[in-house]
């Protein structure tokens, strides 16, 4: 896998990014959860279907000589999660949903993933990426730190569309998978942006009392860029649920 991120010793945690994104987005909470997990950090393939996504993580831990790992999906990182925990329930002695929900996509999100495939083919990933970042910050970023989405722009500006278009394509076409939340073994992390418009707080609401165990986190001042908007408690969340994961 492209560039991938191996980094620390102790429990295995993988961390997936999400769209339009690549793995350098979990850079800010890399170093200090590091110091107490081997952290794996995929960069995505260009691949139109989120359970062949699940599919490439499996064979990648397969080749890390990986069997079981905790794995923190960041919105469609955390559909890819979902799909992994569906297909290899026992690789998993825990996963977190990191604004990120385990509903399909309803038809009003579908046509408009459709007509932004329309809007990359004409335009570019360029202006694609110009125009759809500032919605995936919250109100409080948008007032108080402007930069964070220019950076983010900066960062991303070059993606290529190809790649966006299979994404799109994979996400529209995922099934619901709130099964696997009532399903799953092990604890289920949720991290919730008070401001996110992605995946709105009310939706994550409804499906965190799913599973068997939930840790719940709700962070204000924050959309659904958690990394970038609140990076010190989104590390304190990850490693208090690494740390309750292990000692269970
Ligand atoms: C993401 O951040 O991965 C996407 O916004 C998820 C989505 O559009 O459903």
Not at 38 to 44: A, E, M, Y
Not at 198 to 210: C, F, G, N, R, T
Not at 226 to 236: N, W, Y
């Amino acid at each position: 896998m492209d560039k991938m991120i191996d980094i620390g010793t102790g429990p295995v945690v993988v961390l997936l990014h999400g769209f339009a994104e690549d793995g350098t987005t979990w850079d800010n909470l890399a170093g200090p959860l590091s110091a107490h997990c081997r952290l794996i950090i995929p960069n995505l393939p260009a691949i139109h279907s989120i359970e062949d996504l699940a599919a490439t993580i499996a064979s990648l831990l397969d080749h890390l000589g990986i069997d079981k790992c905790i794995m923190i999906g960041h919105s469609m990182g955390g559909y890819i999660t979902l799909a992994f925990a569906e297909k290899y329930p026992d690789r998993l002695t825990a996963f977190g949903l990191f604004h990120s929900t385990a509903y399909p996509d309803n038809e009003e999100k579908k046509a408009v993933r459709r007509k932004s495939i329309e809007f990359i083919r004409k335009n570019g990933a360029d202006l694609f990426i110009r125009q759809s970042t500032p919605a995936l910050f919250g109100q409080y970023t948008h007032q108080h730190h402007p930069e964070l989405i220019d950076a983010m722009i900066d960062r991303y500006i070059n993606f290529p569309p190809d790649t966006l278009i299979a994404w799109y394509q994979a996400m529209i076409t995922r099934p619901d998978r709130t099964v696997v939340l009532r399903e799953f073994h092990g604890p289920v992390l949720f991290i919730i942006g008070e401001e996110d418009t992605i995946v709105p707080l009310q939706s994550s609401l409804e499906q965190s009392h799913l599973p068997a165990i939930s840790h719940i986190h709700l962070i204000k001042n924050t959309g659904h860029e958690g990394m970038h908007e609140a990076p010190q408690t989104c590390t304190d969340i990850l490693n208090d649920f690494i740390t309750f994961v292990q000692s269970a």
